[in-house]
Structures are given as C-alpha cells and as structure tokens.
C-alpha cells in the first residue's frame, strides 16, 4: 500500500517559475527521498531528507522535511522545461533501503 | 553513480506463457534489490525484496507463486511473471542499494514493460 500522498496531482507552469509539491505520510520514518521520473522511463535519485533534518537543498531543489506533520515538500527554483517529469516523494521506514511511494505530481514545465 | 540496469526493456507475450525479467547491478554488489510495478499514471508498489542466497519478502497481496524471485549472485536479480495473464501488463522496475555506500539511496532500473495479450 502507498505510504503517503501527494498534491496537487498536477501542476503546470512556466520556464522560470517555481514549483511546490507536498508529500504526507502516515507512519514515523527514517528518511524521506524525492524521485523524478520522465515518462515511461526509470527513477532518478533526487535527494534524500533524514527525519532529524528540517531542510536540504541540492542545487535547484530545496526540500523541507516536517515530523510533526509527516509532511515534506520540494521546491523546484527557476524551471526549465526539461524539468518536465512526474514527481515522487518515497519514506522509509529503517535505513536498509525499503521504500513507499507517493501517488506523485506530474509537472509540466512550458517554455 | 551506481548503474542499474533492466533486460528486457520491454516484452509483449501471449497469455499463458511465462516472461522472465533481469535487473542487473553493473558496477557494485548488491544484496538486496527491489521489485516494483506500475500502472499507468500511477505510482510504484513494492511487489518483493529480492535477497542474495536466500528467499525473496513479498508484500502482501502479491502472490509469490506467480512473481517468482531469484536472487542468485550478488550482481543478478530475476522476476519470472507465471503464467502471466494481460492483468499483468504493466511496468516493472528494480532498484538496488550500494552496500558501500548509503543503503538509503537506491539505484533504479530503466523499467520493463510488460504487455500480456
């Protein structure tokens, strides 16, 4: 079963503006790792939160991380259209790597 | 980084028959490697954790005589789809983790799509 939930399910902005997308999950966790996925393809390792991080960042991308909420959200600054991908947060619950998805954010990103 | 990949890319069969997925570590060892299906427009379910030497954790609800594991060496993970039926059809993706690095972040196969007619 999925961990958590995204929104929204989608988003579609223009080059040069910023995306949000949030993730909630229902139970406690180890880490919390965004996933970008282009379509039909495979998952591209994003960035990984740990649970006693509030918040990274990794070049355009900020991701902050709220325990007490089980909710996290990414930020994507000054889009490109080749950010143009669907989205998806994963938790784990021990560091051994077992992950549950989100139902994803697909973004679409017009020049 | 670490490179995953999946073979075949993508198989259309006939019902009935069985269809046989690799996901191959191709430049670090890994014990542990992870199953994956996705429908359309949706989101990926852990199907199994595929162990090295030993037998593989499905999830529940997925029927461990229908996906077969095997995990035979530390750079090789197969997923038999038995018997596979077009309910089947969808996209497998494995995904592995680097013992020698953070078991945290995982390395993701390009995917194989499955289309049983």
């Known amino acids: 079963s999925q961990q958590g939930e995204e929104d929204p399910q989608a988003l579609s902005i223009q080059e040069g503006e910023n995306a949000t997308m949030n993730c909630s999950y229902k139970t406690s966790i180890n880490n919390l790792q965004w996933y970008r996925q282009n379509s039909g393809r495979g998952l591209v390792h994003l960035i990984l939160i740990r649970s006693n991080e509030r918040e990274k960042h990794s070049g355009r991308l900020r991701v902050t991380l709220d325990t007490s909420k089980k909710s996290s959200s990414l930020l994507i600054t000054a889009s490109r259209a080749a950010d143009t991908a669907s989205y998806f947060c994963?938790?784990?619950?021990?560091?051994?790597?077992?992950?549950?998805f989100g139902a994803g954010t697909q973004v679409v990103v017009t020049p | 980084g670490a490179v995953v990949s999946q073979h075949p890319s993508w198989v259309i069969c006939k019902s009935g028959t069985s269809v046989k997925i690799e996901c191959r570590s191709l430049d670090f060892q890994a014990t542990t490697m992870f199953w994956y299906r996705q429908f359309p427009k949706q989101s990926l379910m852990l199907m199994a954790t595929s162990n090295e030497g030993s037998k593989a954790t499905y999830e529940q609800g997925v029927e461990k005589d229908k996906f077969l594991i095997n995990h035979a060496s530390l750079t090789l993970s197969t997923l038999t789809v038995t018997s596979a039926h077009p309910e089947d059809s969808s996209f497998y993706i494995c995904?592995?983790?680097?013992?020698?690095?953070?078991?945290?972040?995982?390395?993701f196969g390009p995917g194989t799509r499955l289309l049983v007619l």
């Open positions: 994963a938790t784990a619950t021990d560091s051994w790597g077992k992950l549950q």
């Open positions: 995904s592995a983790a680097d013992p020698s690095g953070r078991m945290e972040t995982q390395y």
